[in-house]
């Protein structure tokens, strides 16, 4: 089975390399704004449009952060052939306007940073809260990841944060029910406001389970390869 892996924001599509099983038919792509993929003419749902018209079906579709949030989209919008759905930290996005209308201007906060100094961005992004976790993880891993965020076009990253961000996500909670695939959403046991949101899409929707990896944070294809693996392993497998 082929499985068709999105990466998250400021990320790499190598970060899949390491946690796709065996033998699996792996497609990594470049996320728009990100690496050597231009941006898109249009919004969130053009993003997910052009994405969904890349998969070769029939797949497996999984995604980490923002790749997780874009393949929930895809799953609803564009179903057909999809066998699974596999998201690491990901959310039906804001559910309610205050609190997209917030999330617009911390958005737009992260956009200008990018624009102004990528690397100083970068250093304040992963001192993010939601982050904290990593930094028990070894210097050279952490250093890496820092080079693989300042790699990118200041200009394209910028672009991605305020097309793809949280803000500019329509709120999908209410379409859960209308899945049609089995969909696993799996956070970090140290996530808790991503184990709340697994917990919550669970109990909205037949279709969808709620699952956590011990010991991890945001990030499990950086904290907890082999469990990433075993779970995309385990969706593979049908």
Known sequence: MRLFALHGFAGTPTAWETVAPAGTELVAPWLPGHGPRPAVVGDFDDVVAELARAIERPCVLTGYSLGARLALAIALAFPDGIERVVLFGGTPGLADEATRTSRRKWDEAQARAIENDIERWADDWARLPIFASQRALPKP?????????????????????????????????????????????????????????AERAAAMSLRVTAETIAECGHNPLLEHPAAVAARLRLALSG
């Open 141 to 197: 891993l952490r250093a890496a990841q820092q080079r693989h965020r300042c790699a990118h076009d200041p200009t394209g990253l910028a672009w991605a944060m305020r097309t793809l961000g949280q803000s500019a996500m329509p709120n999908l909670w209410s379409r859960l029910d209308a899945l049609s695939c089995p969909t696993s959403f799996v956070a970090g046991a140290h996530d808790e406001k991503y184990v709340a949101i």
